[in-house]
């Protein structure tokens, strides 16, 4: 117990100065990869952490499949780029979970977890012209940068299957519906409408996700909704997975670390141990219906 307690200090503290395991990647194929803030190459494989900070990136044919510590999931599609800014899941205190997500370029396919469902301000999908927030959703979100189809010129794309997504821009807002597609035009000034029907995008990669076998991974992930998929709470196999996983980062930085900086035992365990017995194991919320 006592180790195990160090181990989670440890993890506590550094990951308040470096970078914290949010989640990991469920599944993944074509050219992938990770970068950290300088935009160096970071390790990026099958069941590897996914650290906040990190830019995920796939390239042309690539995909990746994140699996996130509140429940969640992020399915990257080809050539994209995604940012996590911030990721922390607090069950004890909702109001201090963050997913500020920001897409760089590309498209996203979001099944929001526990922190959209317990408080839905704290999710975040910023793109470089607008912010998309969340009412319990599954949503897709895409970036044309530009388009030779006259049926997708360049802008922000928004589709949602199941719950509902907020398009905001310079203090407006429009709601999008299950089955309804939001669109942002790339002008200066625009704002974001409704279209009148699904845009031929959506279409393609809906295709390009049956070739894959995506939405097989979301259902090991999540439960079905009447038009989408709806997370559920980690159960403690995976969550145990996540923090050991955790752990072994924490152990590879120390290693890492000159003699000097190296923490102090007693001094993290002393700091750090009345906060710790609560995250020992972390209640989980009830279950709701993503969208009600």
């Not at 180790?3 to 440890?10: I, K, P, T, Y």
């Not at 997913?99 to 396919?109: D, E, H, N, Q």
């Not at 989408?228 to 955790?246: D, M, V």
Request: aromatic fraction near 6%.
């Amino acid at each position: 117990m006592a180790m195990r307690l160090f181990w989670w200090a440890l993890l506590f503290c550094l990951a308040t100065a470096q970078a914290a395991v949010v989640g990991r990647i469920e599944a993944a194929g074509g050219q992938y990869g990770r970068q950290d803030d300088a935009g160096a190459s970071k390790p990026a494989m099958l069941n590897g952490v996914v650290e906040a900070g990190d830019t995920l990136i796939t390239g042309s044919g690539g995909w990746m499949v994140l699996a996130m510590s509140d429940g969640a999931s992020l399915t990257l599609r080809p050539n994209t780029q995604l940012r996590i800014d911030e990721y922390r899941y607090q069950a004890e205190q909702a109001s201090e979970s963050r997913a500020w997500l920001r897409l760089v370029r590309g498209a996203l396919r979001s099944v929001t977890g526990l922190i959209g469902q317990s408080n839905r301000p704290s999710y975040r999908l910023a793109t470089p012209t607008m912010t998309i927030g969340i009412r319990g959703t599954d949503h897709e979100t895409v970036l044309q940068d530009h388009s030779a189809d006259a049926d997708t010129p360049a802008g922000v794309y928004e589709w949602v299957h199941e719950g509902e997504s907020v398009m905001q821009v310079a203090g407006q807002e429009l709601v999008v519906r299950p089955g309804e597609s939001g669109y942002l035009p790339a002008a200066d000034g625009a704002l974001p409408r409704l279209l009148a029907k699904r845009p031929r995008l959506f279409e393609r990669m809906q295709q390009f996700g049956r070739e894959q076998g995506l939405d097989q991974i979301l259902e090991r992930l999540h439960d079905r909704g009447e038009g989408g998929f709806r997370a559920r709470p980690l159960s403690p196999e995976q969550r145990e997975h996540l923090i050991e996983q955790g752990r072994q980062a924490v152990r590879e930085r120390i290693e890492a670390l000159p003699p000097g900086q190296k923490p102090d035992r007693e001094q993290v365990q002393k700091s750090v141990k009345q906060r710790l017995q609560k995250l020992e194991r972390p209640p989980t919320l009830p279950r709701k219906r993503v969208g009600g």
